[in-house]
């Protein structure tokens, strides 16, 4: 075998079966290889933003890492952002990224960079060059061993070309995994105290902790001993729906997030991160932790979630409790001109059983949360480093990772445009996936942000840079262009009946919204006034104002 050969024999070994390619010259060899690993899927990107964005929503889905494939340093520096993505919610990407032969980089040709500098940014805890063919699978195994751990990682392999041409490549398994521990008897036992106490406690869900077995176990401890249970802004993936506890999520904006967190005493970390500020905003505090709240960690990202929430239960005596659970319930079906909550609520009234619902919707996608409830059970994958453009390609890595289930891809029209390239690659391999795109032609959150900052008065130079009306895009025509069957609608009744299509017919499709944007003219100039008001308000107005404006 060459060392690319011996490398896919390894991956496909260790259970890899999917690679995301966007190759080049100094990756040939590992391309011309893919035919010699029958086990191996190779799926094309046109952008390396897609490669590594589906590589995640495949990870995400499958529990387990697929592998990309990318050209160079300016490859994978296209595909930052989406690893970004993947690093902060720490899902398993293994990347192979092509270098110039090892005697060529003396010569500083064009393309010459560092790619282990780029590589670190969001694989700070793997990055290697192999050196050898004779070394290269045992590199691969570690990097394997690396991504699969907990808690998952972006490892990344670097690939010179005579390294992959090279004879005398020899297979290898990656290591035996540990399994990983629960919380310790310390921990559990400090944190029921805390409980028992008596004193307000918000138990915050991350990572892990959103899948089935860890959310009944949680909802077990809030149904017995009282605690409020919540969700990180932005979570990996939750699983949701009728007969599965319901837990609110973490609001966006900080001063929302405050309104939640009020109070608390105590604040119970499972597998999440202590919440902070999206953003820093003049006069205002990054840390969200209320003034006088005690931090406690039950669990770690590299430990077990449900175990350790198990263990907590049984010390609190709630093992037997019975949790609340999400009644079957939907919305109605929408009627009239379309806006951004009609779109949710017809979501709501037609998701399927099983489906996968992506959230990159910003601002259109306010009131999916409560729209969909009660629904059937589905997975909700969203944008976990906030950088945009994630949503289609995970929606590609999602339908090939569950190709029995339903996508639907909730999408701004801004963010759709960083990597609009993955419809292509929906159409390519006839994955059934639904893609609602948002037009409100503007970066709508980014006009919310620009009232919250408390930036300039904004002139017309200011303004232009926030808005897509000249000329507005047409997505509709974009996607037919790329092989995908798609339709504009401006009434509810319209988007229903594209959406009923959609569900029915396998394969792509795509859904323009042509909506006004959600948080616009009065709302928009009130929102920071009524933001700025919050903490002077009483706790039950705020609340409900918290309801109204993120449900």
Known sequence: ?????????????????VCFTNPGTSEMHFVAALDSEPRMRAVLALFEGVATGAADGYARMADKPAATLLHLGCGLGNGLANLHNARKGKVPVVNIVGDHATYHTQYDAQLQSDIETVARNVSPGFVRT??????LCQDAADAIAA???????????????????????????PPALPAPTAASDEAVQAIAQAIRSGEKTIVLLGGHALREGALRSAARIAAHSGVQLLAEVFPTRMERGAGLPAVERVAYLAELAGVQ??????????????PVSFFAYPGKASDLVPAGCTVHTLCSPAQDAAASLDKLAAALGASATQPPLALAQRPGRPRGPLTAPKVCKAVGHLLPENAILIDEAITSGLMLGVMTAGCPRHDLITLTGGAIGQGLPNAVGAAIACPDRPVIALIGDGTAMYTLQALWSMARENLHVVSVIFNNASYSVLNV??????????GPKAKSQLDLKGPVLNFAQLAQG???HAVRASTAEDFCQALEYALAHPGPHLIEALVPESLAGPKRKVLPWLLRALPSLPPQVARALKRKIAP
């Open 1 to 17: 075998m060459n060392g690319a050969q011996a490398l896919l024999k390894t991956l496909a070994d260790a259970g890899i079966e």
């Open 261 to 274: 967190l009020a109070g608390a005493r105590h604040l119970v970390l499972v597998d999440a991160k202590s």
């Open 482 to 484: 790329m092989g995908v």
């Open 147 to 173: 991504a699969r751990g907990l808690p998952g990682q972006v490892a990344t392999l670097v690939l010179p070309a005579d390294v992959s041409w090279g004879e005398g490549g020899q297979p290898c398994l």
């Open 449 to 458: 942000e620009l009232e919250r900052v408390g930036a300039e008065k904004a």
């Open 130 to 135: 192999a050196q050898s063919t004779a070394a």
